[in-house]
T-cell receptor
Framework: GAVVSQHPSRVICKSGTSVKIECRSL??????MFWYRQFPKQSLMLMAT?????????EQGVEKDKFLINHASLTLSTLTVTSAHPEDSSFYIC??????????FGNGTRLTVT | DAKTTQPNSMESNEEEPVHLPCNHS???????IHWYRQLPSQGPEYVIH???SNVNNRMASLAIAEDRKSSTLILHRATLRDAAVYYCILRDANRDDKIIFGKGTRLHILP
């Protein structure tokens, strides 16, 4: 079945540094990918919608200059957390789908900012 | 906002069927009903989806009310590995829409 690969699965970084998370659709072309953030014991919160070849659409309250999204090809989207701070520590999850098909999710990236 | 309502948590005994309800009274004619589940420290996993008719796959069954304002995910024989948070979500069939997650139902399986 369709697979979405997310890398890295876990990252620890120092405050003030930037971290890049990759999301790849392995056996299908994803015109749209979605980025979510999840805090402990809470549901997934949509951060942004990433469309191939165009600028991402951010949800209200999500800083686009802090969470840089690039969707350079139909199989790859990246999320860069810039100048990370401890409050950015969270579980980040990407998802992708082809047209009119279920979403498939990556296994998430646990970011810890020290 | 999420357009579905689910109980916060449910319990079931191992090897018994589980019926997880979902209300979606504002569903539109082109909305598919999707179910996903999330195991601890993992991304959500697709379970099943349907439009009007009941659906079966190797993981579960989906029973959709005739007026489509509610649905039930059925796990025919729960195992400990089915303990997860189950999300019921609506998604327009004609658009590559974003999905807004509600709080889901945390399913506990008792051995």
């Amino acid at each position: 079945g369709a697979v979405v690969s997310q890398h890295p699965s876990r990252v620890i970084c120092k405050s003030g540094t930037s971290v890049k998370i990759e999301c790849r659709s392995l056996d299908f072309q994803a015109t749209t990918m979605f980025w979510y953030r999840q805090f402990p014991k809470q549901s997934l919160m949509l951060m942004a919608t990433s469309n191939e070849g165009s600028k991402a659409t951010y949800e209200q309250g999500v800083e686009k200059d802090k969470f840089l999204i690039n969707h350079a090809s139909l199989t790859l989207s990246t999320l860069t957390v810039t100048s990370a701070h401890p409050e950015d520590s969270s579980f980040y999850i990407c998802s992708a789908s082809g047209y009119n098909s279920p979403l498939h999710f990556g296994n998430g990236t646990r970011l810890t900012v020290t | 906002d999420a357009k579905t309502t689910q109980p916060n948590s449910m319990e079931s005994n191992e090897e018994e069927p589980v019926h997880l309800p979902c209300n979606h009274s504002t569903i539109s004619g082109t909305d598919y009903i999707h179910w996903y589940r999330q195991l601890p420290s993992q991304g959500p996993e697709y379970v099943i989806h349907g439009l009007t008719s009941n659906v079966n796959n190797r993981m579960a069954s989906l029973a959709i009310a005739e007026d489509r304002k509610s649905s039930t995910l059925i796990l025919h024989r729960a195992t400990l590995r089915d303990a997860a948070v189950y999300y019921c979500i609506l998604r327009d069939a004609n658009r590559d829409d974003k999905i807004i997650f509600g709080k889901g139902t945390r399913l506990h399986i008792l051995p």
